[in-house]
């Protein structure tokens, strides 16, 4: 038996827990959400709140999404050793979409973070698509059906168990958000046993060996596994491409995220539009005084141009950082492409020619700031933007 949480809505653990009325034709639901302005890494507690849907009037929880991760130091503290109760996954990037059958109206539904039913899509998504898919049609598409069809009719949800929540990540080539799709595809995540207001976390081992899975595969999937010795390795040996890693205690349900740096900064870029990347650009060629004397008449831009900041102090040191790694430290590590360029002409334009003048220098990352900061805005732009270009993500 996993562990069982008990969920009432009214004896909610605090006030930064939202509750939403939320109604269909046939029946009412309360959606409860964690206000994520408010929850703090350490609050596990609020934390199992990312998404519970109750039933109204009865109050007993249809559906549950899994919780919010803890901090990984936290996560390593608990559990030191990687062993075979820690479950390590690929993060996989797509829509939460959670399936639940309601028994007082006898039908299958799914449900988002804060919505039910999926008659909806991400607004300003797959403009060169003819047709804008629901998330209820991507999903129903996802499990064999065709979008027309109604969810309980499809014949894949009849070998389902009716008093489980089922989590998935869905993934829509109409509707991808940053990594590229070459087809639709549907990951199973999450499974949990629901009994008016208990909720039991089933582990992965489990699930994964219930039959009318193994006669769903090719539409369902799993995340990809990995192994690794010890928790130093997850850093080391992160793809590009990917999201991060997921860690989870199949015991317990505890997860945490080992977040890719690159997919978070690539993420952040693509929010801020190029006119607003570039007025910033032009601003710090300046220096800080015109910055400060922009952001007071235009103060709505802190936050954009806060993130343009950070992204380009990141990129920076991480070539001051290759630098090191190649001439001076010589460990023989690969150089990311995208720095490989401003390392050798750091090396060769600023270092080499101060050493036949017989000056005795270092680079230190004040060197790599002087580099960047002689560089146009648009020259900037490019290099910032680099894993969003074609071919390049």
Request: one cysteine or more; charged letters at 25%; glycine letters at 4%.
């Amino acid at each position: 038996m996993g562990v069982i949480e008990n969920f009432y809505l009214d004896n909610l653990p605090n006030k930064n827990i939202r509750k939403k009325y939320y109604y269909t034709r046939q029946s009412t639901y309360v959606i409860v959400n964690y206000d994520k302005n408010y929850v703090t890494f350490d609050d596990i507690k609020t934390g199992r709140y990312r998404s519970v849907v109750f039933s109204y009037p009865t109050k007993n929880v249809v559906c549950y999404s899994t919780p919010k991760s803890i901090p990984l130091n936290t996560f390593i503290k608990l559990y030191p050793e990687i062993n075979d109760n820690i479950l390590i996954n690929e993060a996989i990037e797509g829509v939460s979409i959670n399936l639940f059958y309601d028994t007082n109206i006898k039908k299958w539904l799914i449900a988002t973070k804060s919505s039910i039913g999926g008659k909806y899509w991400f607004y300003g998504k797959s403009q060169k698509y003819e047709k804008q898919y629901t998330f209820l049609e991507m999903f129903i598409k996802a499990l064999g059906g065709f979008s027309e069809q109604e969810l309980n009719d499809l014949v894949s949800l009849e070998y389902f168990p009716k008093n489980y929540c089922y989590n998935f990540i869905m993934q829509d080539v109409s509707n991808n958000i940053l990594l590229p799709l070459e087809c639709n595809r549907l990951f199973l995540i999450g499974v949990y046993r629901l009994n008016e207001n208990e909720v039991e976390y089933i582990s992965y081992k489990e699930y994964q060996l219930w039959n009318f899975f193994h006669n769903l595969e090719g539409l369902i999937e799993y995340p990809k596994q990995y192994y690794f010795s010890n928790y130093d390795d997850l850093s080391n040996k992160m793809d590009c491409l990917k999201r991060g890693y997921m860690i989870t205690n199949i015991k317990t349900g505890e997860r945490a995220r080992v977040q890719n740096d690159q997919y978070e900064n690539l993420k952040t870029i693509l929010k801020i539009k190029p006119e607003i990347q570039y007025q910033f650009l032009c601003l710090y060629r300046i220096g800080d005084e015109k910055l400060e004397e922009y952001l007071n008449c235009f103060p709505k831009l802190k936050k954009d141009f806060y993130m343009m900041r950070y992204l380009l102090d990141q990129f920076m040191k991480s070539v001051h950082s290759a630098y090191l790694s190649k001439y001076v430290y010589k460990d023989g590590k690969s150089i990311l492409e995208k720095y490989e360029s401003h390392v050798y002409k750091i090396h060769h334009n600023m270092y080499l020619p101060l050493l036949n003048k017989n000056t005795i220098t270092k680079i230190r990352y004040r060197t790599v700031v002087e580099y960047f900061s002689k560089m146009e805005p648009r020259e900037l732009i490019y290099i910032l933007n680099w894993d969003s270009r074609e071919g390049k993500l």
